[in-house]
């Protein structure tokens, strides 16, 4: 086998070839990537350097970064990702790592292993990534990079930079070693959104027992006959909506450092730590519009395939007419991550070996009440046209009975305070805590007979606490405070509410429909100290105005506290014998949890006007709940080897993944209350078995070259107990005078997913090189008897890759496309499935080395301006959400030493 660490990889051809060699020696099926060279990875974020691996595809943020990644069409929470073999903690309510938080700078390389071992860590079914830093050792001697970089995007015209620097260097005659990286980066970006916040409204269908519909105002009737005709069933049309854009200020920073000591021949030491911080607030200008149906509000009705496309809405009622809302959103965001770790190896004989890792990670996000999601209501008489069509925004047509239409009156600023008045206002946000300890002692014993090279064995303990407070205004009423009858005309509260009009450059220019693009300036804090200030004036009940009384609060119903402890043993045996090598082994896990979270009943809801409703609370109760669970997890591999060039793999286990982690504690919401649906949707479910997996693969590699491969490998996955959401609809949860639909995570039956994969990688003396990629992915899955489909599967991913390395230039383009997957099953009413529809990821490079100390890059990302969206089923009239990101350059200079 290749001595990997004695490989000093530079350049794109360098960390192809590193990856093969890493592939080829694996023990079961895994594909890697590696650096470019100390401190470069191939791509500026970790999850889009992944995403060019066979089987691998990843869902991106604000900015267009790439966040979560999934193997072989299995969704994150599938995924268990560790560093150094160590699993990281997060900010997120779940388990799935969101990779924006480090930079790429940080790692030297990743593998995503997709058999199974006993001596790796348990919790993935689709697939283990593993996270590898560089050591000092790598390279012997002192290295040390420095890196400057800016970037560009197009569409928003906005720019960003990043300085990274890295150094290396071993003394003490080799004998220990220093690796040192630090990180900064700052840079704006701009993301356009559209989306159905509201959800498609649609009428009650006899034929399907499974939904009593969902138009909050009465059923949709064209007719305006009050009867629910046969050729209404199940009649669609718009609820809500929304458009803008989502502005973001990303800050980030990382700190890594690596001693390591070889104080014999025999015993290794390494101290290694990591901290990041990523901060990232968001602040969105939209324009919402809420038009859902309600008898006598609308007229010209026009139906399309059982889809309302368009109607007229004039009513002279002020909440019967359209009134077209500013939504502007803030999103405080700043996360810190550590990882810190002492690792020891010892060879106490010739034969055996010990090792013993021990580490702390923590990740915290502290946003309790910090953001915003501020609502104004225009209040004119008007009338207005909305017609659907094959776009991410239906057409708006808005006319003022006072001259004035909504579209070139905002990019013409003639609309000022006393066009609006306040209305929701939600103050929201949580903080998060994770922690985790771990520790292994493991051991590596020679053997050397009956076909069995070594034994592995080792013992893993694991303690995560996790804990979320959700700190807002709904559970107390306070978002709805300042709407209804307790509106406030804007130029009530003093100048500076609301400014200039402004558009955007290239806002939705590639999206062919007619509503207003440009926006008024809304300065929310500005807007919560006018409120403030107001307090002591009248409401029309005769109380006086009190900003305490709608500020944020702790809210319990959806804070938790959840304790995992896990311990685990495994034995494993190496073999091999004349052209082939395996292993064998068994993983016991045990895993107990004790989950805490707060439940209150609805006393009384009131009824503050069309779609505005206020829920009283009984006080808080604490719900805790205790589980746990064993598992025995055997796996085996195998490997033929035909000749060198040519082998086959073969591998077999029961695999397990655990529920997120917010699904574990009995949480729950009713906050749509206030806007008058009646859902009570539960965020977890103590009860909630494991996901398992009985799972196979296959894999035939020809290694026909240097550093070249063409592969070809089968998989298949029977998962058990997969985790999905249920719909009760109609159920009485203690509220008088109200039924309620209910939704929570439950267990599933069982499904199935099989699949095909594809590779193809190879150079040309010429300097020329192609890298290709194929997943194909069928799945089933069971719920209650019912066949759906399996939520967050892929059906297919592929990529191409082309590249010219010599001489002092290196070139390459590669496009990754995504197909589309289903995202939630019956969102209305059965096989009505939100779909996330085709994308294909286009990026480009080139690297001029000037001499061995300067080089510069250029690279470019998202080149087809490709925008993710989402829809029913596939339907372009049934858009559910549209997010663009843009293209984007970066020209990068680099010294090395």
């Given amino acids: 086998m290749t001595d990997l660490a004695t490989v000093a990889v530079t350049g794109v051809r360098a960390s192809l070839a590193r990856s093969t060699e890493l ?10 990537i590696s650096a470019l060279e100390l401190g470069k990875f191939p791509d500026d974020n970790v999850a889009d350097s992944l995403s060019h691996i066979t089987g691998v595809s990843i869902s991106r943020t604000a900015g267009g970064e790439g966040q979560r990644v999934s193997v072989r069409g299995l969704g994150p929470e599938f995924t268990l990702t560790t560093f150094n073999g160590r699993i990281l903690a997060t900010d997120g309510a779940g388990r799935d790592f969101a990779f924006d938080v480090l930079p790429a700078d940080v790692i030297s390389g990743a593998d995503v292993i997709k058999g199974a071992q006993a001596s790796l860590t348990e919790g993935a079914i689709g697939g283990l990534v593993n996270l590898r830093s560089a050591s000092p050792f790598d390279q012997k001697g002192q290295h040390g990079i420095v890196r400057l970089e800016g970037d560009r995007n197009l569409m928003s015209e906005l720019n960003g930079s990043k300085l990274s620097a890295t150094y290396s260097n071993t003394f003490a005659n080799d004998t220990m070693g220093v690796l040192l990286g630090v990180v900064y980066a700052n840079r704006k970006d701009r993301t356009d959104v559209a989306g159905n916040d509201g959800g498609w409204t649609r009428n009650p269908d006899p034929n399907d027992p499974n939904w009593w519909g969902n138009a909050w105002g009465g059923n949709i009737d064209p007719n305006g006959n009050g009867v629910l005709d046969p050729d209404e069933y199940g009649l669609i049309a718009p609820g809500q909506f929304r458009v803008g854009s989502i502005m973001e200020d990303k800050k980030r920073s990382a700190f890594s450092g690596k001693f390591e000591w070889h104080p014999s021949d025999k015993v290794r030491i390494v101290v290694d730590g990591l901290k990041t911080r990523l901060d990232s607030p968001h602040v969105g200008y939209q324009q919402s519009y809420y038009p859902l149906f309600s008898p006598g509000r609308w007229s010209d009705i026009t139906v399309q395939n059982g889809i309302v496309t368009g109607f007229t809405m004039n009513n002279p009622d002020p909440e019967l007419r359209l009134n077209p809302e500013l939504l502007n959103q803030t999103e405080y965001r700043v996360v810190d991550t550590d990882l810190y770790g002492l690792n020891g190896e010892w060879e106490v004989t010739p034969d055996l070996t010990l090792t013993g890792d021990l580490y702390r990670s923590t990740s915290k996000r502290h946003s309790g009440g910090q953001d915003t999601y501020a609502v104004l209501r225009m209040n004119q008489p008007n009338t207005a046209r909305i017609t659907l069509g094959p776009n991410a925004v239906p057409n708006v047509d808005v006319q003022f009975d006072d001259g004035r239409d909504l579209a070139n009156g905002l990019a013409n600023g003639q609309f000022t305070e006393s066009d609006f008045n306040t209305h929701y206002m939600e103050l929201r946000g949580d903080n998060i805590e994770d922690k985790i300890t771990g520790g292994t002692v493991a051991g590596n014993l020679f053997v050397g007979s009956w076909g069995v090279d070594r034994l592995r064995f080792g013992v893993t303990r694991t303690d995560r606490r996790k804990s979320r407070d959700l700190i807002n205004n709904t559970l107390n009423g306070g978002a709805d405070y300042y709407s209804g009858d307790n509106a406030i005309n804007v130029s009530d509260l003093g100048d500076g509410v609301i400014s200039h009009s402004f558009h955007l450059p290239h806002f939705m220019d590639d999206v062919n429909s007619s509503f207003p693009r440009s926006f008024v300036a809304f300065d929310v804090p500005n807007y919560l100290a006018r409120l403030q200030a107001y307090n002591g004036h009248l409401r029309p009940d005769g109380s006086a105005y009190d900003y305490a009384l709608a500020g944020p609060q702790w809210n319990p ?19 091999s014998g004349d052209h082939w090598d395996g292993d064998v082994g068994v993983r016991l896990v045990k895993t107990s949890t004790s989950a805490q979270a707060w439940d209150a009943k609805i006393l009384n809801i009131t009824k503050n006007g069309a779609f505005n409703y206020t829920a009283t609370y009984a006080a ?6 205790d589980a746990d669970y064993t598992f025995l997890l055997p796996s085996g591999n195998f490997t033929w080897h035909f000749t060198d060039q040519l082998q086959l793999r073969l591998g077999a286990a029961k695999t397990m993944a655990r529920p997120p982690v917010d699904q574990l504690a009995p949480t729950n919401t009713t906050a749509s209350v206030s806007w008058g649906e009646f859902t009570q949707v539960y965020g977890g479910n103590a009860n ?8 196979g693969d296959m894999s035939l590699e020809w290694y026909f070259a240097d550093h070249s491969i063409a592969n070809v490998a089968v998989f298949y996955k029977r998962i058990k107990n997969q985790i999905t959401t249920s719909w009760e609809p109609g159920q009485d949860i203690g509220v008088p005078g109200y039924l309620f639909n209910v939704t929570r995570p439950i267990n599933g039956d069982y499904a199935k997913v099989k699949g095909l994969e594809a590779g193809l990688q190879h150079f040309w ?4 090189g192609v890298n290709a990629q194929y997943t194909r992915n069928w799945s089933r899955s069971w719920v209650n008897g019912e066949e759906r489909p399996l939520e967050g599967i892929a059906p297919a991913t592929y990529s191409l890759g082309v590249m010219y390395e010599k001489g002092k230039w290196s070139l390459g383009a590669n496009a990754v496309r995504t197909d589309g997957f289903v995202t939630a099953v019956n969102v209305i009413g059965t096989g009505y499935n939100t779909q996330a529809d085709a994308i294909t990821w286009l990026t480009a490079h080139v690297t001029y080395k000037i001499n061995d100390m300067f080089s510069v890059s250029l690279q470019g990302q998202n080149l087809l301006d490709d925008a993710e969206t989402y829809s029913i089923n596939g339907n372009p009239l049934l858009s559910q959400g549209y997010s663009r990101y843009g293209r984007s350059f970066n020209l990068g200079a680099s010294l090395r030493f």
């Fill in 688 to 695: 909630l078995k494991p996901y398992s997996a009985a799972q």
């Fill in 23 to 32: 592939k080829r020696d694996a023990s079961t099926v895994q594909d890697s």
């Fill in 557 to 575: 119903l959806q804070s938790y506290r959840v304790r995992e402890k896990t311990n685990a043993f495994y034995v494993q045996a190496d073999l």
């Fill in 620 to 625: 808080p109760t604490p719900v805790v709940q």
């Fill in 765 to 768: 003396e010429s300097g020329f």
